[in-house]
């Protein structure tokens, strides 16, 4: 190919050389793996508890806590007793009076973070169908022990 000199000249010595570089570089970059891939999102989804790094077994604890946070106890509990009743509205209307009292005789204990209407489907559910279920459903937090930690473990 022949380099024209002149005004209108779109092919350059400048040109080649510059086609000739890229050329050469795909040629490099395809012998060592190909060049970097890109990503759109990350892969992995990163745990929130694992910036406090405790001791942990991972497995368990992490699906422990998911249902606590996803309330999938609760739901199931609540899908059990409605499976259990006749008539659901009643049963519904039930729980929601039986709160309400619970309310009106205690009311300083309930309104922070434990709730009438979770107590009574706990006792209702501990009541019928025999397992546990702490008050309210309310778990203190696995991961801070609390004042009996050392005394249990060590007597």
């Known amino acids: ?5 002149g005004n ?7 040109s080649l050389s ?3 570089q890229v050329v050469s570089r795909l040629q490099n970059n ?3 793996g190909g060049g970097r891939v890109w990503r759109r999102r990350k892969l992995t989804k ?28 609760l739901t199931m509990d609540i899908h059990r007793l409605l499976l259990s009743e006749d008539n659901r509205f009643d049963f519904v209307n039930e729980i929601a009076a039986e709160a309400n009292e619970l309310v009106e005789t ?3 204990d309930y309104g922070g973070k434990k709730k009438a209407i979770l107590q009574v489907l ?6 019928t169908t025999g397992f546990y279920r702490p008050d309210a ?16 473990e060590f007597t």
């Open 1 to 5: 190919m022949q380099a024209r000199t």
């Open 8 to 14: 209108g000249n779109s092919w350059g010595l400048s």
């Open 30 to 32: 395809s012998g060592r």
């Open 122 to 127: 706990s006792d209702r559910v501990t009541d």
């Open 46 to 73: 990163k745990d929130d508890m694992l910036r406090y790094k405790l001791e942990r077994v991972p497995f368990l604890e992490e699906e422990i806590r998911k249902i606590r946070e996803g309330g999938k106890l």
């Open 106 to 108: 205690n009311m300083d």
């Open 137 to 152: 459903y309310a778990e203190s937090d696995p991961f801070k022990p609390g004042p009996n930690y050392l005394k249990e």
């Open 18 to 20: 510059s086609q000739f």
